[in-house]
C-alpha cells in the first residue's frame, strides 16, 4: 500500500437498510476510515455485531439522530463496553442534544462509556486528520448531515432529510454524497415530507456538484435498481449503492 492509499478516506458501509433492517442486514451505519482513524457513523440495529474492525479500535462516534434505525446499537456498545471486568476508556460520541437526552433517558443514566459532545448547524470536529463539520437536515426531529474532509478529499452524508432547509451549501462540490432514498417516484406521492425520493437524490447531488451520488436508505421493500435508475436519469451519470459489508473510497 502506497502512501496515498494508507491516507485516503474509505466508507465501509456497515448497514445500509432503510427505515428498519432486513434479515442479515443492519439499518444505517458505516465506519469512516483514514489512516488509523476509525469513526462508526450512525449505530442502527445490526451495526455493532457486524462493524469491520474491532469495535475497541473505534475512535469515535457520530450520530445523525435519535431515530432507533439510527442509534439504538449504540446501546449494544454501551453494555459490551461497559459491563465487562475491563471497561474501554470513553470514547467521544459526536450528536445533536436531543440524541444524548434520549438514550439516557433509556437507560437511566449517562453511559460512562462515551464522552458526549453536542453538535448542530456550524460546528465543526477533528478527529484524527478527519474534519466533519455538521449542518440541521430537513427531519422531524434534530438531525445533523455531516461533510467529511480528509485527505484533500469530501464526503457528505445527508443522513435522513427531506430536500428542504439550508443543509445544501456544506454539500457543495463534494467528492461523494452518500444519499438517502427512501421513496420512489413521483415527489406528489410521497406520504412523508421528511424524506428523498431517489430521483430527489439524483437532483440534490446534481445541483450541488457531487462527483459521484451513492445512494443508501432504501427500505428493504424497494427494488434498489428502480432507486439507481430513478437517480441516474436526473444525475446524469452512473449511480452506486451503498452495500452493507462492502467498502468504497471517496
Ligand atoms: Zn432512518
Ligand atoms: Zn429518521
Not at 171 to 182: F, N
Request: with cysteine; charged share 20%.
Amino acid at each position: 500500500m502506497d502512501e496515498g492509499e494508507a491516507r485516503s478516506v474509505k466508507v465501509h458501509v456497515v448497514g445500509s437498510s432503510g427505515t428498519f433492517p432486513d434479515h442479515g442486514r443492519p439499518a444505517s451505519g458505516y465506519v469512516v476510515e483514514q489512516g488509523d482513524t476509525r469513526v462508526w457513523c450512525d449505530a442502527g440495529p445490526g451495526t455493532y455485531m457486524s462493524l469491520p474492525i474491532d469495535p475497541d479500535l473505534v475512535d469515535a462516534v457520530v450520530i445523525s439522530h435519535q431515530h432507533p434505525d439510527h442509534c439504538s446499537d449504540l446501546f449494544a456498545a454501551f453494555h459490551a463496553w461497559t459491563y465487562r471486568p475491563e471497561p474501554r476508556d470513553p470514547v467521544p460520541l459526536y450528536a445533536p442534544q436531543a440524541v444524548w437526552d434520549v438514550v439516557t433517558a433509556f437507560v437511566d443514566q449517562e453511559p460512562p462509556c462515551f464522552d458526549f459532545t453536542p453538535v448542530w448547524t456550524g460546528d465543526v470536529v477533528a478527529i484524527g486528520d478527519l474534519e466533519v463539520s455538521f449542518v440541521e437536515m430537513d427531519h422531524s426531529v434534530p438531525t445533523v448531515g455531516s461533510r467529511w474532509e480528509g485527505h484533500n478529499r469530501t464526503l457528505f452524508y445527508t443522513a435522513d432529510t427531506g430536500p428542504a432547509g439550508e443543509w445544501r451549501d456544506l454539500a457543495s462540490a463534494v467528492d461523494v454524497m452518500l444519499s438517502e432514498a427512501s421513496f420512489q417516484g413521483r415527489v406528489e406521492d410521497k406520504n412523508y415530507l421528511h424524506h428523498l425520493t431517489s430521483g430527489e437524490a439524483g437532483e440534490i447531488a446534481r445541483s450541488v456538484g457531487a462527483g459521484t451520488l451513492v445512494l443508501t436508505h432504501i427500505p428493504p421493500y424497494l427494488d434498489k435498481s428502480v432507486s439507481v435508475a430513478e437517480a441516474e436519469k436526473v444525475f446524469d451519470r452512473p449511480v452506486h449503492l451503498a452495500v452493507a459489508g462492502t467498502s468504497f473510497d471517496v
